[in-house]
């Protein structure tokens, strides 16, 4: 899944609960969303590079707005950036196979093993998926306001 989906869903458990509790609940919805069929490109190449950026954009964006604009800015941002962390883990094995010029396949530990597992459909075609649950949190997010 898409960060800005990832970031877009914590915001909206933070809308709907409005609690604490919807920290942990974000970093759970992570898992949840990335078993679902999404996007995803296989190749790191320079359409990898282009949609990372856009994708970092976005989710910055959003940030920004949890912090200046939303009515409860700790909140909203620490459930975007809790269901985005989990990815953050990508950036390392990334960097290892460029410095290594091979892809990495060998995960460490247990809950990185377990995220690339349960990732079975990261396909282009995903992005329908990804543009459909976009509208629907964007809904969640923006019909408080």
Known sequence: MTAINHGLTGVAIGIVLQN????????????LLDSLPHFGLKK??????IYLFFD???TFLLLLWTLFISSQPVLLSACLLVAISPDFVWAYYWY???KYKAEFKSYDNYLVK????????EKP???IFEITWAIFMSI???KPF
């Open 114 to 121: 377990f995220h690339a597992r349960i990732q079975w459909f």
């Open 20 to 31: 604490p509790l919807a920290i942990p609940l974000a970093f759970v919805s992570h898992f």
């Open 140 to 142: 969640i997010i923006w």
């Open 96 to 98: 290892k196979e460029i």
């Open 125 to 127: 075609v995903g992005i």
């Open 44 to 49: 790191r190449n320079k359409v990898f590079v």
């Open 56 to 58: 970092a954009l976005a």
